[in-house]
């Protein structure tokens, strides 16, 4: 029974991935029927990645929408070396990435001597009773980013400090932080 469950699993993968690379082709020509296919098979995943990243929902669906945007401007150099929601999930991840260092970079910009003190005396509220995606939200931006990438996305410690410009070493400390607070505001 167990083969019989494996090998349907496996031709219904097996169909999907040339369904995707059919409709690919199409869109790649400019047939926009066969893009909006791709789009309603992968945005629930794409936004799923950008509501873990970001702090609200309308966030996520802004980010969602320039990501399958990206996507449609870029389909030319998808090459089909990984499936299409695996490319889709980088983009929203590299654009999650990119913009958030361009708003740290305008907020740094901002601070004053003071502003830093504050921040560093501050402790990051702990919530009690949260579910486990709300607990994730309340997390600061850096450990949120790397258990979301790690814990969820499944890139190893190497990816993550690559994608977000830090050490394997502080990709493992934000990893480790982010794993105690969430068991700390769970209990």
């Known amino acids: 029974m167990k083969t019989s469950v494996l090998a349907s699993y496996n031709d219904r993968e097996a169909e999907d991935v ?5 409709l690919i082709g199409l869109a790649k020509r400019g047939e926009l029927q066969a893009f909006e296919q791709l789009y309603r098979r992968y945005v629930r995943q794409v936004y799923g990645v950008c509501r873990r990243l970001l ?20 389909l030319e150099g998808f090459r089909g070396e990984s499936r299409l929601g695996t490319w889709l999930r980088r983009i929203a ?8 260092r361009a708003s740290w970079r305008q907020q740094l910009e901002s601070l004053t001597d003071a502003d ?7 402790a990051a509220p702990a ?20 258990l979301v990438l790690h814990d969820i996305e499944g890139y190893t410690h190497l990816e993550v ?8 070493g502080t ?14 505001w769970l209990k």
């Open 171 to 184: 990709s493992k400390t934000q990893l480790f932080r982010a794993r105690k607070a969430l068991r700390e």
């Open 93 to 100: 991840v590299n654009l999650v990435i990119d913009e958030q």
């Open 127 to 146: 919530g009690t009773g949260l579910d486990l995606e709300r607990a994730v939200l309340q997390l600061p931006p850096g450990p949120r980013r790397v």
């Open 55 to 74: 702090d609200s929902n309308e966030d996520a669906e802004d980010m969602t929408q320039k990501v399958f945007l990206k996507a449609w401007r870029g």
């Open 18 to 22: 040339r369904d995707d690379r059919l």
């Open 161 to 168: 400090a690559t994608l977000l410009g830090v050490t394997v």
């Open 116 to 122: 830093l003190e504050r921040l560093e005396t501050t």
